[in-house]
Each structure stands twice: as structure tokens, then as C-alpha cells.
């Protein structure tokens, strides 16, 4: 769509998906009841800045979570994953690719488990109903969702990335704690400090040195 000239906003949904993908290649199922949702836009920024919108992303989950269960159990893991209860509730991931006339799309992939969780190897994972909260319809949840994103756009636009920056470390699950990070092939153990001016997690290693995370995964205890 995004090829056919197709600008965006534009919010593309499915009741079930069965072949998602997550970062890295990794499988990503959507069963009947969860939310799978993707925003289609076009913008003018440059891609390193445009990135940022994982966390507007990471946000717009959190604030959609926080409606059906207690602000203080919902977290974000760096970048951009929901946490409930230290388990992994949702999963974005930003794509993207210049059209014909040069402007940038982004297409941001959203899965929120509302009414079921699936097995991942490597962590853990929850949905709102193991929660113990009544999980909204997907549409229902794709509406609040919308309109949370539309909010920290605005904020986005009009305060720049330093105001997404402090809501997110706001909500940050593991800062200061000690952590696994893996970019790339490269293994690393350190504390979490927080976000960068441009996003990257500051990782203090264990020489004192700090090292910038700009992609990859962060493992905390347990999660």
C-alpha cells in the first residue's frame, strides 16, 4: 500500500493472524481475540529520527494497557516492549522504505495479547484476561489505542523526543538494574542507566565503561 502511494495515517488490522513477525525474524501468532495491528504514515524526517516512533509506539501500548490493569504493574522493557507483572504482554516492531518521490513509510506493527499469550522460548509472556483483567474487544482496544498514539504524536511534534524520552523512563521497567544485552553476536552484562538523547540505552559495563545500545535485546532477571 504504501508503494500505491497510499500516504496514512492508516490503521490496517486482522482478527487472526497466523504467520506475524517479530524482530529479528522471530515467529509472531495472533490468535482470535488478541489485537494485530499495523499504522501506515509517510513522513519527511530522516529514518535515525524517525525511528523514534517505537517509542510513541511503546507508549500508546502502555497508556492502552494501563485501562484494564493497574498502572503499577504495566511497564516498558527498552525498546519498546509491554510489560505486566515482568511478563511480556505486546510486541511492535517499525519497518520501513523510501517510495517513489523519496518520502519515508513507516509501518508499525503492533501485537497486544488481550485474550491469550503465546509461548516464547526465551521469556515470559501474559495477556490482559491472565492478568485478571476483562480484555477489551480487539476493535475496542485498536480504538483506544489509536487514539492514545494520535495524543503522543502531538507531543511528539510539538516538544520533540526529550518529552517521549521522560514519559517513557517514567515507565521503564529494569533502569538501574543489572541487565543482558545482546546487539548483534556480542554478549554484555551491565546495569541499565536509561535512554539516550536519540533512544540508545546507556549500558554501564561492568569496567565502568558505558556502552550505547542502539538494537538488539535486553534481558533483566527473570525476563
Known amino acids: 500500500m504504501a508503494d500505491a502511494w497510499e500516504p496514512g495515517p492508516l490503521w490496517i488490522t486482522a482478527a487472526r493472524q497466523s504467520a506475524g ?25 530522516p529514518p535515525v529520527e524517525a525511528a523514534q516512533i517505537s517509542f510513541i509506539a511503546a507508549l500508546a501500548v502502555c497508556d492502552l494497557a494501563r485501562r484494564y490493569v493497574a498502572a503499577s ?16 504482554a505486546a510486541g511492535i516492531l517499525v519497518e520501513s522504505g523510501q517510495r517513489p518521490d ?3 513509510w513507516l509501518a508499525v506493527g503492533i501485537g497486544v495479547n488481550l485474550a491469550h499469550s503465546p509461548d516464547l522460548p526465551d521469556r515470559p509472556t501474559i495477556s490482559f484476561a491472565e492478568a485478571g483483567a476483562t480484555p477489551p474487544q480487539p476493535r475496542e482496544a485498536l480504538d483506544h489505542l489509536a487514539q492514545a498514539f494520535a495524543g503522543w ?59 550505547r545500545i542502539t538494537a538488539g535485546d535486553v534481558f533483566f532477571e527473570g525476563v
Not at 513477525?21 to 509517510?42: C, D, F, K, M, V
Request: proline share 3%; glycine share 14%.
Open 153 to 211: 504524536m502531538g507531543i511528539w511534534r510539538q516538544q520533540g523526543f526529550t518529552a517521549i524520552a521522560e514519559a517513557w523512563t517514567v515507565r521503564a521497567h529494569g533502569l538501574g538494574q543489572p541487565c543482558v544485552a545482546r546487539p548483534g553476536s556480542e554478549v554484555l552484562h551491565g546495569i541499565a542507566e536509561g535512554l539516550d538523547i536519540d533512544g540508545a540505552l546507556r549500558l554501564r559495563l561492568e569496567d565502568g565503561g558505558i556502552r
Open 21 to 45: 513477525r517479530g524482530r529479528r525474524g522471530r515467529n509472531w501468532s495472533t490468535e482470535t481475540g488478541n489485537l494485530a495491528a499495523t499504522l501506515l504514515q509517510t513522513t519527511d524526517l
Open 73 to 88: 504493574r504495566v511497564s516498558l522493557k527498552w525498546p519498546n516492549d509491554l510489560m505486566i507483572d515482568g511478563k511480556k
Open 102 to 104: 523519496e518520502r519515508l
